[in-house]
């Protein structure tokens, strides 16, 4: 009966340690967003001396201000730009990316100090129309942005995938 006793207490206690983490876990930011209503999508494909083949990746970049949780970020506008690496493509169409990797530059060229983020992001698309990606921050010259801290958003595809275009991004920093 005592080593029962004894083997629940040390059970819980373990318990209740783990529940709390170490005591230098990293904090929590709320959520910062950033629209960027017409960022400029141009597609890379794979091409050789015999033509192009399939859709390589895409890179979204545009100007945007900040729509949500804007407290201790640099002024409007941030410069943007979304690195998409394409793994897959969303059938039927060789054009619209499905899922891969990417990286984020982040600026804000209005602030003095010119500070920089720079992340990276794995993507998948949410249907036809959107694609999805989240993150973390891997450097940043912001203190209310640290590495690690997550990032995440969406873009929509252009109006003609295959050539590219403008169509409207959103990220968020945090939360």
């Not at 960027?36 to 033509?51: E, I, K, R």
């Not at 600026?107 to 129309?129: C, E, I, M, Y």
């Not at 590495?147 to 920093?173: D, K, M, Q, R």
């Amino acid at each position: 009966m005592k080593r029962t006793a004894f083997a629940l207490i040390l059970s819980l206690g373990t318990m209740m340690a783990l529940a709390t983490g170490p005591a230098t876990a990293t904090t929590t930011t709320t959520a910062t967003t950033y629209d960027v209503p017409a960022a400029t999508a141009t597609p890379q494909f794979f091409c050789t001396d015999f033509g192009c083949g399939a859709l390589a990746s895409y890179t979204y970049t545009g100007g945007g201000t900040c729509s949500a949780g804007c407290a201790g970020f640099p002024a409007d506008p941030v410069d943007l730009t979304l690195t998409f690496s394409v793994a897959r493509t969303f059938p039927p169409s060789p054009c619209k990316m499905k899922s891969g990797t990417g990286t984020l530059d982040a600026s804000w060229p209005n602030d003095p100090s010119l500070p920089t983020v720079q992340g990276a992001f794995t993507f998948k698309a949410r249907d036809s129309h959107f694609v999805d990606f989240s993150g973390s921050i891997t450097t940043s010259s912001l203190l209310v942005l640290p590495i690690g801290e997550a990032l995440g958003g969406s873009v929509a595809y252009p109006p003609s995938p295959c050539t590219g275009g403008t169509a409207p991004a959103e990220i968020t920093f945090g939360g």
